[in-house]
């Protein structure tokens, strides 16, 4: 009886330390968020856009890129870009990310594109979550004769 008894303790207490990491273990959560913007602001060294963003209400998107050097790329090439962004995806959670990417310019009729990708390290959360990290990410945009579209998509554990 007193085997049963220990074996039974021993049992409830493996239990509860296998157990409790598991329901302690962080959520992940998929933020994409897309905007269009039909008057972005068009330099001679980037672009910057700004709207709501699709999906659920709250949300809001400010991108901004520079080619690196300090002129858009030439027709059909492509350059480094300076690309910072500000997602709000509610009322008072806001991720900002400062990251580097690649402005092409399209070899038929110029039309700019960019794809960057961050993780962590350029990206800063203000909100009620004191235990956010974003994973990995990444921000397209694309200008054409009828506006931008700008993309965040996102990781994030809690």
Known sequence: MYARTTLAAVLAAATVVLVTPTAQAASVDRFDRSTFDSTPEVTAS???MAG????ELGGHLSLSLRASDGTLPAQGQCENADVSAVLTVSPGETFTINTMGELCSHFIDGTPSLNAYFGAKQV???GSHKR???TDGSIGFSNGFLGALGQV?????W
């Open 46 to 48: 980037g672009f910057s």
């Open 52 to 55: 709501d963003t699709a999906g």
């Open 124 to 126: 800063s959360y203000s």
């Open 132 to 134: 956010a990290r974003v």
């Open 153 to 157: 998509g996102l990781t994030v554990r």
